[in-house]
């Protein structure tokens, strides 16, 4: 699955990044590498975009963005 | 000593919000300057700081997650690192979040740069119970590694020592990465066939070039072949390299490099950090629970807003009653020392300087407003909820072409009633989406800014005066609404091709601000602005003087006015009889005198508030010129405690208060005649049939068109234009539709939405050229509203009239209609996002 599909307090573990480009060199950066536990805080009062928190640190993506990193549910 | 003094130049590298500008400033006190970097419109902050015998050049560069070559700020701190050459990088960490920091930390360690290590907000660490074994960390790195609380100002000796040696030794940190069995062979290879190559080997680091053509960084590959003769041989060679790794091991070499970073981040931190308790709810996440959530959320939102604008535009516009009178104080001792006023014609010395002069103090005025704002900017950005704004209303901005970042800029320059476009443009700043960016930046000046209410009011006041409170919401609300959709539409067209960037944003912890980190922000860019428009604002207005003022009338006209003054005098004199004891102080030159006393004492008098300033001023003029006096007080006045009533003084007041007013009607006259006649006149008349669809007269062309320089003006030369005949004062309101007696609603609800849509006042243009770098995009701003403005304006005169519509229901008619289009344009698909 995808990480935009996976809901406020729930966890997962990345398992890839597949939108090439700027948009996933800016997630590599960011940390959003394979293994990464990665855990949604919340979704933006009209819904889009979402927060992440991941190794300590929090970060809001749009949906569309989120789509392009493939996850596991933990 | 100082003459063999060094100049060390040092930088200040890090991620954003690791404290860099606050270590600058604890490292370089106030000794600083801020420019922009060449040809963008990021920030170089430089400084310096004596260092035993040297002198320390510290410059600060933008904050990076990274140093690839995609957003402008890697681009510029890169650059900056290969180019100037440090003697030392002082890699400013986050020490609470240390792993995410090292990433960046690598990088520079692998552009062979000396490094010092400051782990900054070890306070911030310590509290979430992270201890970070420095020894370790510094071995591990092989860098001195320095703990600081930037805030605080704790380590800032250390850190000074550490920079010292480093500078000195100028020994790059043996750090090296090792990216694995996979990828290290094919680095080497290519590693050294780089080395082979003289030119570029000495110029740039070869492991980092290496890494970086394994990435495909498209900087990179320039720089090889602009420095290397074997270019083609060596890109090939990356290129067959780079796809055949792709091939064997199904992942591209930059994904294994980023991985293989953060691994050895990980390993790092595992290595020398020890946690002592697991927080799992910081205050961020409390606070954010409530300022992020689906209800509160948005509450809070417009409460910041509302505050915002309620400091800043409402409080600073009343703070500016208090600054004014000094302004107009500085006016009044300038006009004093220019050559004095004529009879009835002034000289060109004197009325070109009051002219500029009057023009600089309208942009000065807002100076509270500016301190205040820019107050609430650097606290809004310290504390980190800037983000948030972003993060709660990127959904409705963005379907419009715009960001979550772009409200701020918007509110500031007016979103609702009240505001200013040129902080609102400078606002655009930290948007690092670059499409939105100048989207943001164009339409900003499309918001209601405080010089166009006074415009707004007389005209309300005019046909709209039942239904105040409607018009008023009305001219608010439908900007922004003309706004959303011209930003959609800007992105559809001019701005198709720009960049856009994710939007991934970090959330960074609330922090308490500093007051001398904000005061010292405030202050700067208050003062950047200050020099940087009133030289324009003056160059300016010397031009639009020209307009108005030249060719000037012809001396036929001058001669009869003159004539006519003349004739004026010589009835004064007849009137106050030749044995007058009063008619030898009024004799040649002293009429002139006279008048300027006349004037001086009818303003003072004016000007004095309270039963105190008025007595004040009538002891000064006493006191000034008694027997002036006696005149002025119609020939009642006291002497020696006794009121006396003088026959004489009284005959020359009356006769003189008749030629007053023949010379301010001439006064009057001339003006008006050298505004027609002038170059703006003569254009306003030949504009007259165009503008005629959209219902204004060549009266208001010129209106319109001196409003260029300052809208603050249009007030004032419509007031000009619109003289209330001699002896009468009427409101302007009444004035104006007394002389225009064919006007309708509809003539002034088009010359209104002109209004609103009217192109930026120039300093806003100059700080559009500033942002966007680029004299293109402002001139495209100063044209699109003007053509935005005039279809709007003969939609609604042309248009109103022939469906024979009220003011009032061509209002409604056009505000539904401008939410269907808004609506329209909200649902037109945007394009995909990047590549
Ligand atoms: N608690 C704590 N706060 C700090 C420390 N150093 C800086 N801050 C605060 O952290 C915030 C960000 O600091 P800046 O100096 O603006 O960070 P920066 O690295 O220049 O940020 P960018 O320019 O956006 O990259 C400010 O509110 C500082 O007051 C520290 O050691 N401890
Ligand atoms: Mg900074």
């Given at each position: 699955m995808?990480?935009d599909?996976?809901?406020?307090?729930q966890?997962?573990?990345?398992?890839?990044?597949?939108?090439?480009?700027i948009?996933?060199?800016?997630l590599l950066?960011?940390?959003f590498?394979?293994g990464?536990?990665?855990?949604v805080v919340r979704n933006?009062?009209l819904v889009?975009?979402v927060?992440?928190?991941l190794k300590?640190y929090n970060?809001?993506?749009r949906?569309?963005?989120a789509k392009?990193?493939?996850v596991?549910l933990? | 000593m100082?003459d063999?003094s060094q100049?060390?130049m040092v930088?200040l590298?890090?991620q954003?919000?690791?404290?860099?500008?606050?270590?600058f400033?604890?490292?370089?006190?106030a000794?600083q300057?801020v420019?922009?970097?060449?040809g963008?419109?990021?920030?170089?902050?430089?400084g310096?700081?004596r260092l035993?015998?040297d002198?320390v050049?510290?410059v600060?560069l933008?904050?990076?997650h990274?140093?690839?070559?995609?957003?402008?700020e890697?681009?510029?701190a890169?650059d900056f690192l290969?180019?100037?050459k440090p003697a030392?990088?002082v890699d400013?960490?986050d020490?609470s979040?240390?792993e995410r920091?090292?990433y960046?930390?690598?990088?520079?360690a692998?552009?062979d740069?000396?490094?010092v290590?400051d782990l900054n907000?070890?306070?911030?660490?310590?509290?979430r119970?992270?201890?970070?074994d420095?020894?370790?960390?510094s071995q591990?790195?092989?860098?001195?590694?320095i703990s600081?609380v930037?805030n605080?100002?704790k380590g800032?000796?250390r850190?000074k020592e550490?920079?010292?040696?480093a500078s000195?030794k100028?020994?790059?940190a043996?750090?090296r990465?090792?990216y694995?069995d996979?990828l290290e062979?094919i680095l080497d290879s290519?590693?050294?066939?780089l080395?082979?190559?003289m030119?570029i080997?000495?110029?740039?680091?070869?492991?980092?070039l290496?890494?970086?053509l394994?990435?495909?960084?498209?900087?990179?590959q320039?720089?090889v072949r602009?420095?290397?003769?074997?270019s083609g041989?060596?890109?090939?060679?990356a290129?067959e390299k780079r796809?055949a790794?792709?091939?064997?091991?199904?992942?591209s070499?930059q994904?294994v490099?980023?991985?293989t970073?953060h691994q050895e981040?990980e390993?790092?931190?595992?290595a020398?950090v020890?946690?002592?308790?697991?927080i799992?709810?910081t205050?961020?996440d409390r606070?954010?629970?409530v300022?992020?959530?689906?209800y509160?959320?948005?509450?809070?939102?417009v409460a910041?807003?509302?505050?915002?604008?309620?400091?800043a535009?409402?409080?600073?516009?009343?703070?500016?009653?208090y600054?004014?009178p000094?302004?107009?104080?500085?006016?009044d001792?300038?006009?004093?020392?220019?050559?004095?006023?004529g009879?009835i014609f002034d000289?060109?010395?004197r009325?070109m300087p009051?002219?500029v002069v009057d023009?600089?103090?309208?942009?000065?005025n807002?100076?509270?407003?500016?301190?205040?704002?820019?107050?609430?900017?650097?606290?809004?950005?310290?504390?980190?909820y800037?983000?948030?704004m972003?993060?709660?209303l990127?959904?409705?901005?963005r379907?419009?072409g715009l960001?979550g970042q772009?409200?701020?800029p918007m509110v500031?320059?007016?979103?609702?009633?009240g505001?200013?476009a040129?902080?609102?443009?400078?606002?655009?700043?930290?948007m690092k989406?670059e499409k939105a960016r100048?989207a943001?930046?164009?339409i900003v000046?499309?918001m209601n800014c405080l010089?166009?209410?006074?415009?707004?009011?007389?005209?309300?006041g005019m046909f709209?005066?039942?239904?105040k409170?409607?018009a008023m919401?009305?001219?608010?609300t439908?900007?922004?609404?003309?706004?959303?959709?011209?930003?959609?539409?800007?992105?559809?067209?001019?701005?198709?091709?720009?960049?856009?960037a994710p939007?991934?944003?970090e959330?960074p912890?609330y922090?308490?601000?500093t007051?001398?980190?904000v005061?010292?922000?405030?202050?700067?860019?208050?003062?950047l602005?200050v020099?940087?428009?009133i030289?324009?604002?003056?160059l300016v207005?010397?031009?639009?003087?020209?307009?108005?003022?030249?060719p000037g009338?012809?001396e036929?006209r001058?001669?009869?006015?003159?004539?006519?003054?003349?004739?004026?005098?010589?009835?004064?004199f007849k009137?106050t009889?030749?044995?007058?004891?009063?008619a030898?102080?009024?004799?040649g030159d002293n009429?002139?005198?006279f008048?300027r006393y006349?004037r001086d004492?009818k303003?003072?008098?004016?000007g004095a508030?309270?039963k105190?300033?008025k007595q004040?001023?009538?002891?000064?003029f006493r006191?000034?010129n008694?027997?002036?006096?006696?005149?002025?007080?119609?020939?009642?006045y006291?002497?020696?405690g006794?009121m006396?009533?003088d026959?004489?003084a009284k005959?020359v007041?009356?006769?003189y208060k008749?030629?007053?007013k023949?010379?301010?009607?001439?006064?009057r006259?001339?003006k008006?005649?050298?505004?027609i006649t002038?170059?703006?006149?003569?254009a306003?008349?030949f504009?007259e049939p165009l503008?005629?669809?959209a219902g204004?007269n060549?009266?208001v062309?010129?209106?319109?068109?001196?409003s260029?320089?300052?809208k603050?003006?249009?007030?004032?030369?419509?007031?000009g234009?619109y003289q209330?005949?001699?002896?009468?004062k009427?409101?302007?309101e009444?004035r104006m539709?007394?002389?225009?007696?064919?006007w309708?609603?509809?003539?002034?609800l088009?010359?209104m939405?002109f209004?609103?849509?009217?192109?930026p006042?120039i300093?806003?243009?100059?700080?559009?050229?500033?942002?966007?770098?680029?004299?293109?995009?402002m001139?495209?701003?100063t044209f699109y509203?003007?053509?935005?403005g005039s279809i709007i304006?003969?939609?609604?005169?042309?248009?109103?009239?022939?469906?024979?519509?009220?003011g009032?229901?061509?209002?409604?008619?056009?505000?539904i209609?401008?939410?269907?289009?808004l609506?329209?344009m909200?649902?037109i698909?945007?394009?995909?996002e990047?590549?």
């Open positions: 995808t990480l599909e996976i809901k406020p307090d966890e997962c573990e990345i398992v890839d990044t597949t939108s090439g480009g948009m996933e060199q800016r950066d960011m940390g590498i394979p990464t536990r990665i855990k933006a009062p889009d975009p927060e992440f928190l300590g970060i809001s993506l949906h569309s963005e392009q990193v493939e596991t933990l | 100082s063999k100049k060390i930088a590298a890090g954003p919000n690791s404290g860099k500008s606050t270590i400033n604890i490292l370089t006190g000794r300057h420019a922009n970097y060449p963008v419109t990021v920030e170089k902050k430089t310096s700081f035993q015998d002198r050049e510290l600060d933008p904050g990076t990274s140093l690839t070559s995609y957003t402008l890697e681009r510029i890169r290969l180019n100037d030392a990088v400013v960490l020490a979040n240390l920091n090292l960046l930390t690598f990088q520079l692998e552009m740069i000396s490094l290590i907000m070890i306070d911030v660490a310590e509290k119970g992270i201890k970070i420095t020894q370790k960390l591990e790195l092989g860098a001195p590694v600081t930037g605080k100002g800032k000796r850190l550490a920079i010292l040696s000195k100028r020994q790059a043996h750090f990465i090792n694995g996979d062979p290519l590693e050294k066939r080395s082979e190559e030119e080997s000495s110029r740039y680091p070869v492991r980092w290496t890494v970086k394994m990435e495909n960084d498209e900087e990179a320039k720089l602009k420095y290397s003769q074997k041989v060596i890109l090939k060679l290129e796809e790794f792709k091939l064997e091991h199904k992942k070499p994904k490099i980023a991985i970073r981040a390993r790092i931190v595992e020398s020890t946690r002592s308790k697991e799992t709810r205050l961020t606070i954010d629970e300022a992020c959530s689906r509160f959320g948005p509450v809070v939102l910041t807003i509302y505050l915002i604008y309620e400091l535009i409402v409080q600073g516009y009343k703070i500016t009653e600054t004014w000094l302004l107009a104080w500085s006016r001792l300038i006009a004093s020392l220019l050559p004095s006023e009879f000289p060109f010395f009325s009051i002219w023009g600089t103090i309208a942009v000065l807002y100076v509270p407003i500016f301190l205040i704002l820019f107050a609430l900017i650097a606290i809004l950005e310290d504390t980190g800037m983000a948030r972003a993060f709660i990127d959904r409705i901005f379907h419009f960001h772009s409200v701020l500031i320059g007016g979103l609702y009633v505001g200013c040129i902080p609102g443009v400078l606002a655009c700043r930290g989406d100048l943001t930046i164009l000046p499309l010089a166009k209410i006074p415009f707004y009011v007389l005209l309300i709209f005066a039942a239904y409170g409607i919401f009305f001219i608010a439908i900007t922004i609404i003309i706004a959303l959709s011209v930003a959609k539409l800007l992105n559809l067209t001019v701005l198709r091709k720009r960049l856009r939007f991934v944003m959330m912890p922090h308490i601000p007051t001398g980190g005061l010292r922000r405030c202050l700067e860019r208050t003062w602005f020099k940087k428009i030289t324009i604002v003056i207005s010397v031009i639009v003087y020209a307009l108005i003022y030249f009338i012809s036929e001058k001669a009869h006015f003159i004539s006519q003054a003349e004739q004026a005098q010589k009835i004064f009137k009889g030749k044995d007058n004891p009063y030898g102080f009024m004799a009429l002139m005198d008048t006349w004492y303003k003072a008098k004016m508030k309270g105190k300033a004040a001023v009538e002891q000064g006191e000034k008694l027997e002036f006096f006696k005149i002025v007080k119609r020939g009642k006291k002497v020696k006794e006396i009533k026959k004489h005959k007041y009356t006769a008749k030629l007053g023949t010379t301010n009607k001439l006064r006259e001339i008006e005649e050298t505004i002038s170059y703006m006149g003569r306003g008349l504009l503008t005629r669809w204004f060549w009266r062309n010129i209106a319109l068109m001196s260029f320089a300052a603050e003006s249009s007030v004032a030369t419509l007031g234009i209330s005949p001699p002896g009468e009427h409101r302007l009444d539709k007394e002389k225009e007696k064919g309708t609603a509809l003539h002034v088009a010359i939405l209004m609103a849509m009217y192109p006042c300093p806003t243009l100059l700080m559009i050229k500033v942002e966007t770098g680029s004299i293109k995009w001139l495209f701003a509203p003007i053509v935005l304006a003969v939609f609604i005169f042309t248009g109103g009239n022939l469906l024979g519509l009220s009032m229901q061509a209002m409604f008619a056009f505000y209609l401008a939410l269907i289009v609506v329209l909200g649902l698909k945007r394009e995909q990047f590549a």
